[in-house]
C-alpha cells in the first residue's frame, strides 16, 4: 500500500466537499418545489428502478438504505399527498408495486432537469478527482 500524500487528502476533502455542497444545494431545489429532500429520494428510486417490473416496496427500501418499515412510512406519507401509487403485483399477490402518480411524475422531471444541469455544470471539476486512481 502506497503511503497517502497531501494531495490524497486535498482530493477526499473536495470530493466530499462537492458531495455535500450538492446535497445541500439539491434539498433545497426539493424544497422549493414543496417536497421533502426523503420525497424527492423517493421518486427517484422509484422511476429510475432498473428492473423489469415497477418496483416493490423492498426494492426501494433498499435503493434508500431504509428498513422495510420505514420505507412504508415515507411510502404512506408520499401517496397521502398524490406522489406515489401502489399496485398488487399480478403474478405474486403478495408483492406490492409502485408507481408515480402524474404530479409525482411532474415533480420529479423538474427537478432531475435542474439536476442534471447541476451535475454538468459540476462535471469539470470533479473529473479530475477520478485521474490516476486506478494505478
Do not use: C, K, N
Not at 34 to 45: D, F, S, Y
Not at 59 to 86: F, K, N, P, Y
Amino acid at each position: 500500500m502506497r503511503r497517502l500524500t497531501d494531495s490524497d487528502y486535498r482530493r477526499l476533502l473536495v470530493f466530499r466537499d462537492g458531495l455535500r455542497r450538492f446535497l445541500r444545494w439539491s434539498e433545497d431545489q426539493a424544497a422549493a418545489v414543496g417536497l421533502t429532500p426523503a420525497q424527492h429520494q423517493l421518486l427517484l428510486a422509484i422511476r429510475g428502478h432498473a428492473g423489469a417490473t415497477a418496483p416493490s416496496v423492498g426494492d426501494v427500501a433498499g435503493h434508500l438504505l431504509l428498513r422495510h418499515h420505514s420505507a412504508v412510512e415515507l411510502i404512506d406519507r408520499a401517496e397521502d399527498v398524490g406522489l406515489v401509487s401502489r399496485t398488487q403485483d399480478p403474478v405474486d399477490q403478495r408483492i406490492v408495486r409502485l408507481g408515480l402518480t402524474r404530479l409525482g411524475a411532474q415533480r420529479l422531471e423538474e427537478l432531475s432537469e435542474l439536476h442534471l444541469d447541476e451535475l454538468r455544470r459540476l462535471a469539470p471539476g470533479l473529473r479530475p478527482l477520478w485521474a490516476d486512481l486506478d494505478t
